[in-house]
């Protein structure tokens, strides 16, 4: 079992490990981060400082427990030599999503960890079993997804592949339970829990800008108005950068052999050409430059009650779906919504509010009108309907 006294290793100094090494240190264990790139590593012991004295000024951490949680990080630059690895008990790999990059890494850390070491992967959009299959022991590799920032944000979507040993991953689990994070356990299928179930949120909301039912600026406030979201579909796609939504969204329609409902839209492909990333490009589906102003939107409740109904369809959908075809639990996919991305609700739990029924005819009168298979209703909404029953008790 992994305890307190663990010696945790993060691989990638980038946003998510150092974000990941802080969540360990605070909680009492001795952390190495090392990045290839000596200049994250600097970046992150930097920002570490600040964020943890930050803390502290808040009175979210006593006086004193910046420094002591900073003193138990090893900061290593460079990766040539994984020496600084060989003595832990775990070592989480946040580095470049790509998976020849991270299949090199597990098998060089194999080689210096010890037998009984798990090496675990912050991967948002790559199969957990391929990045162990490189392995020697791939029963030693499992998922450990945080959301960003890692510190803030209480979800971690536990990932074991179909070689993970049962204990490597209740080990890990009960690891990230003790950092008081919410672990969900989600099986190794494109976007996990998360990154699937959410994908209607952008997709359905492009999709009917696209027609032009209504403006970017209508459907976030729809979204925010009418639905309690935190951010409308465009101010979220903008934050999290169309580079990084667009390549998650291709890997998760790639991954599930291109099912229409997850296609990507030529509208953010177009943004990406364009190099208009989102806030921080200072161009996406708004404009960020000094002295732009932001877009009224048209505070129509009626048109508000149709952009909302049609998107909560299609994500309430998509998350039976996920119970369908057993991504995880009903419970466990209610929680990732909300820990994970701050839904002002679970889908599930929002679904019997509207009224399963309800969902279903939203989604008939969708599929019949466009002929699309991306409006079909999973057969377990039919089921569920059918049965009166409730997929949460
Ligand atoms: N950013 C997010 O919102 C988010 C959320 C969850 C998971 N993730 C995943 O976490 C991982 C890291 O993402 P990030 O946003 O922190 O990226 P990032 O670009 O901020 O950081 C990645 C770091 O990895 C380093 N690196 C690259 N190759 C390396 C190697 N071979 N050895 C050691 N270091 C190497 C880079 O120098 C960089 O500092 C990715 O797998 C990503 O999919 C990201």
Redesign the pocket.
């Known amino acids: 079992m992994l305890g307190t006294d663990s010696l945790v290793g993060v691989?990638?100094?980038?946003?998510?490990?150092?974000?990941i090494a802080q969540v360990a240190a605070v909680a009492g264990h001795r952390v190495v981060l090392?990045?290839?790139?000596p200049?994250?590593?600097q970046?992150?012991r930097g920002g570490l400082t600040k964020t943890l004295a930050r803390e502290v000024e808040k009175g979210r951490m006593p006086a004193g427990a910046d420094s002591a949680a900073l003193g138990r990080v090893t900061f290593v630059e460079g990766?040539n030599d994984l020496g600084a690895f060989a003595n832990c008990a775990i070592v989480i790999?946040?580095?470049?999503?790509?998976l020849d990059?991270?299949r090199?890494?597990f098998s060089s850390l194999e080689a210096v960890v010890a037998h009984d070491a798990v090496l675990a992967?912050?991967?948002?959009?790559?199969p957990v079993a391929a990045i162990g299959g490189g392995c020697r022991h791939p029963g030693r590799v499992v998922g450990v997804?945080?959301?960003?920032?890692?510190p803030v944000m209480p979800l971690v979507e536990i990932v074991p592949s179909l070689a993970t040993l049962p204990n490597v991953t209740t080990s890990a689990r009960g690891l990230v339970d003790s950092w008081k994070k919410t672990t969900v356990l989600a099986s190794d299928t494109p976007g996990f829990i998360v990154n699937r179930v959410a994908r209607p949120y952008y997709g359905e909301s492009i999709r009917m800008l696209e027609e032009g039912i209504a403006d970017a600026a209508t459907i976030d406030w729809a979204m925010k108005t009418l639905g309690g979201f935190r951010m409308g579909p465009f101010e979220l796609m903008d934050f999290?950068g169309h580079d990084?939504n667009f390549v998650?969204t291709r890997s998760v329609f790639e991954g599930m052999s291109f099912d229409p409902r997850y296609r990507p839209s030529v509208t953010q492909q177009r943004l990406v050409d364009a190099g208009w990333l989102g806030r921080k490009s200072g161009r996406g589906f708004y404009d960020y430059s000094s002295g732009a102003s932001a877009p009224a939107p048209t505070e129509d409740r009626t048109l508000a009650t149709q952009l909302f109904d049609r998107t909560i369809a299609m994500l309430v959908n998509e998350a039976v779906d996920a119970v369908l075809m057993r991504v995880a639990s009903a419970r466990d996919i209610d929680l990732a919504l909300t820990k994970g991305v701050n839904y002002p609700k679970g889908l599930l739990a929002w679904g019997e509010e509207i009224g399963m029924s309800t969902i279903l005819d939203r989604l008939e009168t969708l599929y019949a009108e466009y002929g699309e298979d991306r409006y079909r209703p999973s057969a377990l909404l039919r089921r569920v309907v059918r049965d009166g029953r409730s997929l949460l008790t």
């Open positions: 691989v990638g100094a980038g946003a998510m490990g150092s974000g090392a990045d290839a790139d200049s994250a590593v970046r992150a990766v790999e946040a580095i470049i999503e790509r990059v991270k090199a890494l992967t912050n991967t948002s959009s790559l997804h945080f959301f960003n920032p890692a999290i990084v998650v």
